[in-house]
């Protein structure tokens, strides 16, 4: 998957599910990986990836 194609789909999920959105991208990178797919599996970590960054530091 193209970067490009990683971030809409992060922006997308981040819209739809809010703060969830890390944990939902996560949820599908184990059940590709589990399931032996881990071509969907890397690309799901890495739209996890970009939702984190788009989230931005925690605040405390």
Known sequence: ???TQIR???RMLYQA???K???E???KA???EQSGDADQA???RAIRDAIHQM???HES
Do not use: I, K
């Open 1 to 3: 998957m193209l970067v």
């Open 8 to 10: 809409e789909h992060a």
């Open 17 to 19: 599910h809010g703060d």
């Open 21 to 23: 959105a890390e944990f």
């Open 25 to 27: 991208a996560a949820q």
């Open 30 to 32: 184990r059940a590709f």
């Open 42 to 44: 890397q690309d799901w």
């Open 55 to 57: 989230r931005g530091p």
